[in-house]
Nanobody
């Protein structure tokens, strides 16, 4: 069974920093795309950042130049370094991984349980 275990959320003041981690527990034959989404109260879940198996990254415009996504393939872990945090970054952050358990199976999408990030002004 594959699970995503997130950590690193918390409360900070405007301008502060946090680093989120998401580790894949259980064996995946391969991990393709890894991403972070967030959902604020009353809003839809949105893509924050993503990183491919080749290391290409993509960011939401609202977090460009402030957030950095990275991955450690040896540890099956994806990170989100968040700097210059703003109150509008307050949300539950979810890790998302696309991978397959076996070579001849299709990729499946896995979600973490979510971690709360609160930024106060």
């Amino acid at each position: 069974q594959v699970q995503l275990v997130e950590s690193g959320g918390g409360s900070v003041q405007t301008g502060g920093s946090l680093r989120l981690s998401c580790a894949v527990r259980g064996r995946l034959f391969s991990i393709n795309r890894m991403a972070w989404y967030r959902q604020a109260p009353g809003k839809q879940r949105e893509l924050v950042a993503e990183i491919t198996s080749g290391g290409s990254t993509n960011y939401a415009d609202s977090v460009k130049d402030r957030f950095t996504v990275s991955r450690d393939n040896a540890k099956s872990t994806v990170y989100l370094q968040m700097n210059s945090l703003k109150p509008e970054d307050t949300a539950v952050y979810y890790c998302n991984v696309l991978g397959r358990v076996r070579l001849l199976e299709n990729d499946q999408l896995y979600w973490g349980q979510g971690t709360q990030v609160t930024v106060s002004s």
